[in-house]
């Protein structure tokens, strides 16, 4: 049957104590010509004037208490939805209460605010279950990191440590901010010290004149410390490598997250009165055989959404089951 996944997944759920699930929503697409705007304050998306004026629907979030770390009380209890597509594009607008703002991850205590929504790749036929697919059945996940937006606003530059401590200082002969940065090709990985010695001396360890001029030797953002995440390519830890402060990825189960290769979604949040609004928009169609392809006219649609400030990352959450988007 159709749902047996669902209902399946709805049996452990039950079995692990989980609160009962809001009803499934149907969200409709308005239908517009012209480019879609992706800023959330744009007049196209407000709730007074504009094509998607009185288009929201208010689904109710759900505590995810189906897989461990549970999570019985996260801060988001429902979010506004709605949708646009002008028959290349299609655009989805979530809004939430949030009274803190936590756009910002430096430290270990802090957690960032977050919101996704998930499709499965293959259209049509049985859905996946909504517990981030399964084996073989997999979800095209979009995920807007509020840390994400934050870095974005300062030439793609990543947040560090002397963004939240003032008064730290390097000094201009710092141990480490002659290390390099980059894809580990040419590097010299049998000196590791980054001091002035060795070969590190004839690439301007020494000489102000003669550094890389990707390193910034002013205070914060990216000082060109050694950063293995940058120099093996990964997207979180390269703004570079980011399109927008939508991360896209895909999934066939819990715990198997992955980036994809090829990023296509647009997006952007914004933080006023204690509000979160998030758009996502992509083209109906894509090159990539990981992405969802628009073409049936509807899809099932999941949302979550974390709240940093309630320390809310990976498994804790608030969640939904399958929605319906119509375009």
């Known amino acids: 049957m159709r749902h047996s996944k669902l209902i399946k997944?709805?049996?452990?759920?039950f079995?692990?104590?989980m609160f009962a699930v809001a009803n499934a929503a149907d969200i409709k697409a308005v239908k517009v010509s012209g480019a879609i705007p992706t800023s959330p304050d744009n007049p196209f998306w407000s709730e007074r004037y504009g094509p998607t004026a009185l288009k929201h629907v208010i689904i109710d979030m759900d505590p995810q208490m189906i897989t461990n770390p549970m999570w019985p009380n996260p801060s988001t209890k429902?979010?506004?939805v709605k949708a646009a597509t002008n028959g290349k594009e299609i655009a989805v607008h979530l809004e939430y209460n949030d009274p803190t703002r936590n756009d910002i991850m430096v430290q270990s205590q802090q957690y960032k605010d977050q919101a996704a929504i998930m499709f499965p790749v293959k259209q049509g036929g049985e859905e996946p279950p909504f517990t981030m697919g399964g084996d073989g059945e997999r979800v095209n996940?979009?995920?807007?990191?509020?840390t994400w937006g934050n870095e974005g606003t300062t030439s793609n530059s990543m947040q560090d440590m002397e963004d939240q401590y003032k008064?730290?200082?390097?000094?201009?002969?710092?141990?480490y901010m002659y290390e390099p940065d980059g894809k580990l090709s040419g590097i010299d990985t049998a000196h590791k010290s980054g001091t002035k010695s060795g070969s590190r001396a004839s690439q301007g360890a020494g000489n102000i004149s003669k550094r890389s001029t990707n390193i910034d030797f002013g205070m914060g953002q990216n000082e060109g410390v050694y950063n293995p995440g940058r120099a093996t390519g990964n997207i979180l830890s390269?703004?570079?490598m980011r399109v927008s402060a939508v991360e896209d990825l895909n999934a066939e189960g819990f715990s198997t997250l992955t980036t994809q290769a090829h990023q296509d979604v647009d997006g952007e949040g914004n933080w006023r009165n204690n509000r979160w609004a998030v758009v996502f928009k992509r083209a109906l169609s894509t090159a990539d055989s990981n992405d969802?392809?628009?073409?049936?006219?509807?899809?099932p649609m999941a949302i979550a959404i974390w709240n940093g400030n309630n320390k809310e990352r990976n498994g804790q959450k608030a969640v939904t089951q399958w929605n319906t988007l119509h375009y």
């Open 141 to 146: 996940i979009w995920q807007w990191k509020a």
């Open 292 to 299: 969802t392809q628009f073409s049936g006219g509807k899809t």
């Open 9 to 13: 997944a709805l049996i452990i759920a």
């Open 238 to 240: 390269d703004a570079r």
């Open 167 to 175: 008064f730290m200082a390097m000094g201009s002969a710092g141990y």
């Open 78 to 80: 429902y979010v506004f």
């Open 15 to 17: 079995t692990l104590g």
